[in-house]
């Protein structure tokens, strides 16, 4: 099963995007990043608007869709490695994971979602959320296989 990251922005090279990558090589399949953009200077809600067309469209068919939003769950991450297996079990084609821009996800992303994840109430740069997912992936990840990368 595909895991794909999809999200708003591009992030160029550098040491956000270098620990990105690192952690999606680890996870097997490796972890895919999608990046969308929209170049036109739109007023905020028409952006956001175009953005989730954008998200939505980059989202594989028959893939889960997990919308990151601070107002969603906030899971442990034995909570999250129980939520992949089930995940898992379920066999879509894919899990997405989408990641909206500076103004977040508009509401219709929200709607498509088979779930909601929150990183916790903090406003986190979306860049680095990026980041922070792949490595909670591949945490779960190995609670799930009994790898010694988590410890308590």
């Known amino acids: 099963m ?19 990558d690192d952690y999606a090589k680890r996870l097997r399949p490796p972890l895919e990043l999608v990046e ?4 036109r200077p739109l007023p905020a809600p028409a952006l956001k608007a175009s ?6 469209q980059a989202v594989p068919a028959g893939a889960l869709l ?3 939003d601070r107002r969603g769950k906030a899971l442990s991450s034995e909570d999250l490695a129980e939520r992949l297996a089930a995940w898992r079990e379920r066999a879509p084609k894919a899990l997405a994971f989408v990641i909206g821009g500076a103004d977040g996800l508009d509401q219709s992303v929200l709607d ?9 109430p903090m406003t986190w740069p979306h860049m680095l959320v990026r980041v922070m997912l792949a490595e909670q992936l591949y945490r779960a990840s190995s609670i799930l296989a009994g790898h010694p990368y988590h410890r308590r």
């Open 112 to 120: 498509r979602a088979d779930f909601v994840l929150s990183l916790g």
């Open 51 to 56: 953005e989730a067309e954008l998200l939505l």
């Open 66 to 68: 997990i919308a990151l």
């Open 2 to 20: 595909r895991m794909l990251i999809v999200a708003v922005g591009r992030a160029g090279r550098g040491p956000v995007q270098a620990q990105l």
């Open 36 to 39: 969308v953009e929209e170049r």
